[in-house]
Nanobody, 114 residues
Framework: IQLVESGGGLVQPGGSLRLSCSVS????????VGWYRQAPGKQRELVAV???????ITDDSVKGRFIISRDLAKSTVDLQMNSLKPEDTAVYYC?????????WGQGTQVNVSS
């Protein structure tokens, strides 16, 4: 399984960024697929994912600001990040999991700073 992220960068507080992950092969409906992040000095944490049933699980810290979406035809999962805060600064990873089998993308850096 290959997960390739794109779309990170530098943005001012209150700004927006969109991350995209290309998922190969198309494992939606089988694997949990979505986004995690890891800030400096902290553990990697869930941001938002789709489970195999297509339901979303979103961390409380980003609810109302981040929106996860997927395109089954293109086999992509996106993360629209709005109202960004400095504490959202992290490396964002695309993630796929089925039971104990876990896969990660290479990560994309998001910096929120004025």
């Amino acid at each position: 399984i290959q997960l390739v992220e794109s779309g990170g960068g530098l943005v001012q507080p209150g700004g927006s960024l969109r991350l995209s992950c290309s998922v190969s092969p198309n494992i939606f409906g089988i694997y949990t697929v979505g986004w995690y992040r890891q800030a400096p000095g902290k553990q990697r944490e869930l941001v938002a994912v789709f489970n195999s049933a297509g339901d979303t699980i979103t961390d409380d810290s980003v609810k109302g600001r981040f929106i996860i979406s997927r395109d089954l035809a293109k086999s992509t999962v996106d993360l629209q990040m709005n109202s960004l805060k400095p504490e959202d600064t992290a490396v964002y990873y695309c993630h796929a999991r089925l039971v104990q089998n876990t896969f990660w993308g290479q990560g994309t850096q998001v910096n929120v700073s004025s």
